[in-house]
């Protein structure tokens, strides 16, 4: 039988906002950020929308105003080359602007987020760029020395208390670390990024969760009444969670249309500004011949 696919990504940037859920009035979150029209996507871009605004969760202390996330999965690790694709992908933001330094150098970073520590890329920007590496919380390493300031996010490794689902962002979960996500998703059932995280979890650890539903079902033999006013509960909360999804996806549709005349507008103004430059162009020669 084969392993099941697992996208790891979405679930990683669903979670990635779970945890800085408190900033997220000053914080903007572009998944698969276009850097040119050409296919060219970074993982996650976070802008900060207040400059100095200091994150409080550790993993955001380093955030400047543009913050580029490259994630990982939890086959899989941070490469040489990889450093060097996200270093490509922050030159390009910086430098693909109208105006020169419209975007800070000194305003952007580099997050790296995996499952595993890469030893062979540390040792590599130490001995070539004589890169300083700092650890900074559990879990959370800065590599100081580079074109832009760089943090390592080892996942596994987070203070399991402050990043309840990050830290536990991988498969073979315990039934403890399972138990106290299902009860951190149930006060938040109607949020879609706790939906998203908490399918990913049960999708990466089937067995685990299975075992703890075979053990429900005996609770529930046991405690009939009190599981059937549950069920009653969870069927009004579902119920309202589709309707919500509709309202959703209606202004989602609304939205894309405002987006489409909002880029049919810029598109005129910037016809006119031509249409302008080329009158004044003829006025002015104009004037000139009869002279």
């Known amino acids: 039988m084969k392993p099941t696919i697992i996208q790891w990504h ?33 993982d996650t871009l976070i802008i900060k929308l207040k400059p100095g605004h200091r994150i409080r969760k550790s993993i955001g202390h380093l955030f400047r105003q543009y913050n580029i996330l490259e994630y990982k999965g939890p086959d ?40 595993h520590y890469p030893d062979k890329l540390i040792r590599f920007l130490k001995d070539t760029y004589k890169a300083v590496t700092e650890v900074k919380g559990q879990g959370v390493t800065y590599v100081s020395g580079l074109l832009f300031p760089v943090q390592i ?37 109607q949020n879609p990024l706790y939906q998203a995280a908490i399918n990913l979890i049960m999708r ?17 033999e046991l405690f ?9 509960l969870l069927e009004e909360l579902q119920k309202k969670m589709e309707e919500q999804e509709e309202i959703l996806a209606d202004q989602k549709k609304k939205l894309e249309g405002l987006k489409k005349q909002a880029d049919k507008l810029e598109k005129y103004k910037k016809q006119n500004k031509k249409l302008k430059k080329k009158l004044n162009l003829r006025k002015s020669r104009q004037n000139y011949a009869k002279y």
């Open 204 to 220: 990466a650890n089937p067995r685990e969760f299975r075992e703890g539903k075979e053990m429900l079902e005996a609770l529930e």
């Open 153 to 189: 996010l080892q996942l596994p490794m987070l203070d399991p208390d402050e990043y309840q689902w990050l830290s536990r962002l991988r498969r073979n979960l315990l039934t403890a670390d399972l138990d106290r996500l299902t009860r951190a998703y149930q006060k938040k059932q």
């Open 10 to 42: 979405p679930g990683f940037q669903a979670i990635l906002q779970i945890e800085l859920e408190e900033e997220l009035d000053v914080l903007q979150f572009q998944k698969e950020y276009n850097l040119t029209e050409k296919p060219l996507q970074i």
């Open 224 to 232: 009939p009444e009190e599981f059937a006013e549950k069920n009653r």
């Open 76 to 115: 899989d690790y941070v490469s040489i080359n990889d450093f060097f694709k996200v270093i490509g992908y922050a030159s390009v933001l910086q430098s693909n602007t109208e105006r020169k330094r419209e975007i800070p150098p000194e305003e952007i970073t580099m997050t790296f987020a995996a499952s």
